[in-house]
């Protein structure tokens, strides 16, 4: 997940459940912000999370940067965002797919919110075909010598009942993701234990 959205998600969900029982900790990557590509410009995945907040902090952080084209990127998003343009086509089309977008939340139950990608692609052609062109790319590079960076989760703050959690930095493997940004099912067990691990160790100094 990009830096401005799990940003924005997680001011959205602290502010709304102010106080949450049996939710005390919350461990987030701390992504750099990233620009948003040209292919996904228009897209409601690119831009439901440019707020007015997080329109501030990006323009901001690209003027500083130099890079005035997603100074304009973001603007883009944010006007989008404020008018809701291409919602309407959004919601029809998760009208006409509610019978298979309720299977796939049946699932996402069962599975306790995990919901990999490698399912995804399973009814997505364009998720596959991305897998299978990352898959090609590995063929020809070895990575038997790989050393990654150990894990570490570091205490940020706290916001009254819930304490927030950030990894500096996130290394694996390359044959455990899914593309060059994603884990599969396998790199994403990997990465929970090594979550797990890094914060028992953690909690276990204070």
Same mark, same amino acid.
């Given at each position: 997940?990009?830096?401005? *959205?799990?940003?924005?998600?997680?001011?959205?969900? =602290?502010?709304?459940?102010? +106080? $949450?029982?049996?939710? %005390?900790?919350?461990?987030?990557?701390?992504?750099?912000?990233?620009?948003?590509?040209?292919?996904?410009?228009?897209?409601?995945?690119?831009? +439901? +999370?440019? #707020?007015?907040?997080? @329109?501030?902090?990006?323009?901001? @952080?690209?003027?500083?940067?130099?890079?005035?084209?997603?100074?304009?990127?973001?603007?883009?998003?944010?006007?989008?965002? =404020?008018?809701? $343009?291409?919602?309407?086509?959004?919601?029809?089309?998760?009208?006409?797919?509610?019978?298979?977008?309720?299977?796939?939340?049946?699932?996402?139950?069962?599975?306790?919110? @995990?919901?990999? =990608? %490698?399912?995804?692609?399973?009814? #997505?052609?364009?998720?596959?075909?991305?897998?299978?062109? +990352?898959l090609t790319k590995l063929?020809?590079? #070895?990575?038997?010598?790989? %050393?990654?960076?150990?894990?570490e989760v570091v205490h940020?703050?706290d916001f009254n009942n819930?304490?927030?959690?950030? $990894?500096?930095?996130?290394?694996?493997?390359?044959?455990?993701? @899914? #593309?060059?940004?994603?884990?599969? *099912?396998?790199? !994403?067990?990997?990465?929970?234990?090594?979550?797990?691990?890094?914060?028992?160790?953690?909690? !276990?100094? *204070?």
């Amino acid at each position: 997940m990009f830096h401005y *959205e799990q940003n924005y998600i997680l001011r959205k969900f =602290l502010y709304k459940f102010k +106080y $949450i029982e049996n939710v %005390n900790t919350i461990i987030l990557g701390n992504s750099t912000p990233k620009p948003i590509a040209k292919i996904n410009l228009h897209s409601n995945r690119t831009r +439901y +999370y440019v #707020d007015c907040k997080t @329109f501030k902090e990006a323009t901001h @952080f690209f003027i500083q940067k130099g890079q005035y084209k997603q100074v304009y990127y973001y603007t883009i998003a944010f006007i989008e965002n =404020l008018l809701s $343009i291409g919602s309407l086509s959004d919601k029809l089309k998760s009208i006409i797919n509610k019978e298979s977008t309720s299977s796939v939340n049946d699932t996402i139950l069962k599975q306790k919110g @995990f919901y990999s =990608l %490698n399912q995804q692609s399973k009814h #997505d052609k364009r998720l596959k075909t991305r897998n299978q062109a +990352y898959l090609t790319k590995l063929e020809n590079n #070895d990575y038997s010598s790989y %050393n990654p960076v150990n894990l570490e989760v570091v205490h940020s703050y706290d916001f009254n009942n819930t304490s927030i959690y950030y $990894i500096p930095k996130i290394t694996i493997n390359p044959k455990y993701k @899914f #593309d060059r940004g994603h884990y599969n *099912e396998l790199g !994403a067990k990997i990465i929970s234990r090594k979550i797990a691990r890094a914060f028992n160790k953690n909690k !276990a100094k *204070e």
